[in-house]
């Protein structure tokens, strides 16, 4: 399964979720609750805790990797993010299967395919370049060190914002699953699919290095420095 690893940029350090994280997630998360419409998000220190068990126990049973997204400058958590759904394609196969779970030793495999998803961040965060870095993150560290072969990513197709900044992103719509899952409001939601090949790889990179390079100084630095 993929080992837990510290991923730093300019703007920000992607470290694997702690239980110390907790409370920066609580409070990255306060305020209006309307824009944690359709990703799960913790509310308050003891769903925080929570959160982060919860994700530590993905990562024991193989399903995922999780993140807190860090500010470099002030240390802030800003936010979470995380690789799920992984895939492993190679072998040698061992019977009796099990579907998307690793072959031989998992500390030394790492999937062939993945997903980044529940990705959220504070209002504050928006729009300051802190996505796409930390996207750029993440796609790096699965193109370049697992060199997997195809990077997925979803959003309920009512979150405009979230289609958006996968869109922006370069990525690929591999169409609408419609009546897909109940989403967190209990209604029957579609869900948009995205996705970036390893031969795509290189381009997007230049796309996110090119929006990143256009943001205003000054967009970053109010909420790092802070």
């Known amino acids: 399964m993929p080992v837990p690893v510290t991923l730093a940029g300019r703007l920000v350090r992607l470290e694997p979720l702690a239980p110390q994280h907790a409370s920066g997630l609580a409070e990255a998360a306060a305020g209006n609750?309307?824009?944690?419409?359709?990703?799960?998000?913790p509310h308050g220190v003891d769903e925080a805790l929570d959160y982060v068990a919860q994700a530590l126990a993905g990562h024991a049973a193989g399903?995922?990797?999780?993140?807190?997204?860090?500010?470099?400058?002030?240390?802030?958590?800003?936010?979470?993010?995380?690789?799920?759904?992984?895939?492993?394609w190679q072998g040698p196969v061992v019977w009796p299967l099990v579907h998307g779970m690793?072959?031989?030793?998992?500390?030394?495999t790492v999937p062939d395919a993945a997903e980044i998803g529940n990705s959220w961040l504070s209002r504050e965060a928006r729009g300051a370049g802190i996505?796409?870095?930390?996207?750029?993150?993440?796609?790096?560290?699965a193109f370049d060190v697992w060199r997997v072969?195809?990077?997925?990513?979803?959003?309920?197709?009512?979150?405009?914002?979230?289609?958006?900044?996968?869109?922006?992103?370069?990525?690929?719509?591999?169409g609408v699953r419609r009546a897909h899952s109940r989403g967190l409001d209990g209604e029957v939601r579609s869900t948009a699919f995205y996705s970036i090949l390893d031969e795509e790889w290189p381009a997007v990179r230049v796309t996110i290095e090119g929006q990143l390079a256009a943001l205003p100084a000054t967009s970053a630095n109010r909420l790092i420095d802070a």
Request: no cysteine.
């Open 63 to 88: 399903t995922s990797l999780a993140f807190a997204i860090i500010a470099v400058a002030s240390g802030r958590v800003l936010g979470s993010t995380r690789f799920t759904r992984f895939d492993y």
């Open 149 to 174: 072969r195809r990077i997925a990513m979803r959003a309920d197709v009512r979150n405009v914002r979230s289609r958006m900044a996968i869109e922006r992103l370069g990525a690929t719509s591999d």
């Open 131 to 141: 996505n796409l870095e930390s996207k750029l993150l993440l796609l790096q560290h």
């Open 102 to 108: 690793p072959t031989g030793d998992p500390l030394l």
């Open 33 to 41: 609750r309307d824009d944690y419409s359709f990703t799960p998000v």
